[in-house]
């Protein structure tokens, strides 16, 4: 029978008030750490194989750097950001822009990594199964694509939500969660700009 | 013993309505609950172990005598394979975490995970994972009729598994159904570290954590850092092997040194993975059956968190025979070495726990005093393995397939069997059978002895792991009789167990919600709990909250 | 540079040797009567690694008698008793200076063990290679070992000859080993620990039997169907012996059939067929390298890696069809008619 009220007592007056973390910032933070794992890999391959291609076309040869992508997804960074603290700020027409922004810049950027990658294959004949290099640089590049494409596909479904009007202030803390993933697929990139197209030339 | 414990909340079953067959098994299906999807996992391990166990036997019973030719080599090969690969990802993973689905969330006064709908999809998904692994009997049939079960091994070396060697589609079925586990492993633990970070109860700091929540937490956050690079170097093989790139192409240059650098990498913190649930479950049912508390909490918690980290950096003592070069050699000896600091602390803090207690020999009791043996006897020869010279003629032996079976064995098994047992209760609301208990520990005791202790010495006679048949006259004969007659026994007791399991739930004595006068909160609500855990959630105030309660005139809050 | 290496290896071994006597706890193993007894060294690496061995035996099996003791003698001495007060025992949470000790005393040991492990690993890995070293090469295929000898010139396969060494003057044979297809181990265990032999590299280990004897041992890495048939048979020999060995199969294939006109007939028909495309006989038109090397096949005393004895009964069931004898071994059934059987194992058994 209850007598719950007698046995478990509740003297929260003794105890500092309890507050916890919010669980969508911890699962994404877990979630940024395991999908970190296997893009470490990813990386040690490339700079493992470095140098040790059998045959050409070698990285010095044919990569440029990505300037425009690059600057398009930093950006993106800036916009989700801009995004969030709008929504927090109730300001619900802002937060629409500042996802369609994110989702234009994170598109750009994919398209032109498909430029890159068009004229690697047609122009200088590499490709995955070429050599060493063109294994592990599709592979490192092409995983980072995917994560990109899976932002890309979240953002425009909130970006859907919003311009629907259904977004409201108590769901920024959700839209922050997403930026976090967003924010980690721009870290990668970084890496991947430094490990590939700056060091590895 | 003392009072007992105040129930929260008495639920009348005999109200119950029997409900149509269909609708509960609908209810199984699409339930988020984490007891269900607890048990559902556990469930589903169970049936792997009987399994596993069997492709065991078989393998046992060919390496009985030398030149046997009970089952062809090829067969053999699959056998091996599908015994490693079954009980490493489909029987242990599920099994622990179904123990920690269950257990986390009414250890921290908690109603359910923090993400219940990722809890039944990492279940479903993990669960089909190992359907794909023996779906790979029927449908893995490839070129040449050289298809079926993977037969690469458990840890499927490259370039053995590249498309010229290992034709067919049997390696496939290996990679995507590890990787299917892989991504259930990835969730369930991001649920459990989630949940034990954002929902406990108010007061339970994480200093007043039960040891088996930190041992979980421990365990999950390896998961994540542990599991990726596995899936990163099984997506690599199946490019290889279907795009034609050469990640591990030794003939363009590739590195089959590299597969094993990345499969180790998560294999040896998966065996950690694997070992820490163990000792969550000693961490629990020692003291009860001591009655006293865990000696040494705070260097528990540092212990198991030393371990998780050092665990990340020894993987190549799974490669002394490589030729990593002396330096390289000597780091990975100075790493494994040093983990025995925190995991012989773990020992002695058990054996500081037991001394000076009242010990009662329950079932639970006695499973974990087996694995308290054990597991001493399986770091000891773990410090032999880790001394690289020694390990160059241990290497791929049968005294290393001793040792890690001494492991997974004789103190993860042993754990779960005592987990079983004194959670069982809390599970069902009856009490598992002692003496039928009893049955089970001896039989398998023996059983367990007799096939792993007399395992070492054919290693030590110099025989490799992984061969269908061997030579007479090499002196291996006799010893792999007895190791092959354990077996039986083995398999004996196993079955007093599922069928201790099976009765008990029908016939066993009813159990009231606290039948072992524990101190977790998950013995404060009913056996079997509602629902929705506990009517109330609970404060706490120390690390024993129901020994508090029992206690009054002595609560631990006055000493922690 | 050969005295150092001598000194090296004695030095390392003798504070080991002292200890040798822990060996007999290992009951059975150390008076097993076993050809691959670790335990029973042959050679400088084996003897230095069971040395080291018995010292880690003894730590551990002391740490199991202490620990393993205070934990039945708790067990014994703190069991309930019917009798026993229903008043829960004394609560104890720790003990810093007790926590302290059992935390410092493993990492001692864990020191000591750690630097007589790295000693060992250096003596054995960076001990420098004396200028009368033999120089063998080893190449693991599936299911078979290839071994050639590139100061004599010679190939061969699956039967590993090399001069026994003399402590007093050393001539340890140096292994360079890789791999044709996928990992392989070269394992012999009365000789010296195991080294992996990889695709695409090349690994580097050394024996010295000091006594002439064969010495056995297989393959130690899982590399396919038949991974346990991939038996290894080193022939330590004596120096004259090892120079007739040499000098043997140094010469050409036997062209000499004199009162053996099946042999003569058995090379044509060998000559004509696919054996050609996958074997060499030095000497004659055979130069496949996907194989063993032919050319002196009946000098040997087993077929198949080890797995078969080499005589006509048995190499005749095993062009026949490899399979049957070896059941996925990659040599294919030749799909022979008996006459050619017959005759193609006449000439294989006059390759001495």
Redesign the interface.
Known sequence: ????????????QL?PP?V????GT??MA??I??????????FV?YV??LG???TGPYPAQVLKLPIFGTVCLLSSSFTVHFAVSALRRNNLRNCAIGLASTVLLGSLFLLGTAWEWYHLIHDDGLT??T??F???F??LVG?HATHVLVGLIMLSIALGISLAGRMKEAHSERLEVLSLYWHFVDGIWVAVFLVVYVIGR | MADSTPVMEGIDHSLAVKRPRLEVIYEWITTVDHKKIGLMYVGYALLFLVIGGFEALLMRIQLAVPNNHFVSPEVFNRLFTMHGTTMVFFMGMPMLFGFGNYLVPLMIGARDMAFPRLNAFSFWISAFGGLLLYFSYFGGSGLYGAGSAPDVGWFAYAPLTAKAFSPGHSTDYWTLAVFLSGIGSIGTALNIVTTIICMRCKGMKMSRLPLLVWLYLVMSSMVFIAVGPLTAAQIMLTLDRYVGSHFFDTQAGGSAVLWMHYFWIFGHPEVYILVLPAFAFINEIVPVFSRKAIFGYPAMVAASIAIGFISLSVWAHHMFTVGLGPAGNTFFVFATMVISVPTGIKIFNWLATIWGGSIHFAVPMMFCIGFLFQFLIAGLTGIMLSVAPFDWQLSASYFVVAHFHYVLVGAIVFALFGAFYYWYPKVTGRMMSETLGKWHFWLFLIGFHLTFDFMHVPGLLGMPRRIYTYEAGRGWEGWNLIVSIGAIFQVAGIACFVFNLVRSYFRGKIADHDPWDAWTLEWATSSPPPSYNFAIEPTVHSRRPLWDLKHPEDPDSDYE | MTKSFRQIAFISALPFRSAAWWVFLFAGTARAKSPTNIFDPAGTPAHSIVGLSMLVFSVTAAIFLIVGGLLLYALLRFRHRPGDSPREPAQIYGSNQIELAWTIIPILIVVMLFLTTTRVIFITESIPKPARALDVTVIGHQFWWEYRYPGFGVVTANELHVPISDPANPRPTYLKMSSADVTHSFWVPRLAGKMDVIPNRVNTMWIDPQVPGIYLGQCAQYCGTQHAKMLLRVYAQSPEDFAAWIKQQQKPANQDFTGNPVAAEGQTVFLHNACINCHTVAGTVATGHFGPDLTHLASRDTLASGSIQNTPDNLRKWIDDPSSMKPGALMPPMHLNDHDLDAITAYLTTLH
Not at chain 1, 33 to 42: D, L, M, Q, S
Request: aromatic share 12%.
């Open positions: 029978m209850m007598n719950a009220a007698n046995t478990i007592p509740i003297d929260a105890e309890w916890l973390p919010s669980r911890v699962g877990c979630l750490v395991a999908e970190a794992a296997i893009f470490i890999i990813f391959s493992f194989y040790k291609s059998l995955i199964r050599n060493l063109g294994t592990t599709y592979s995983l």
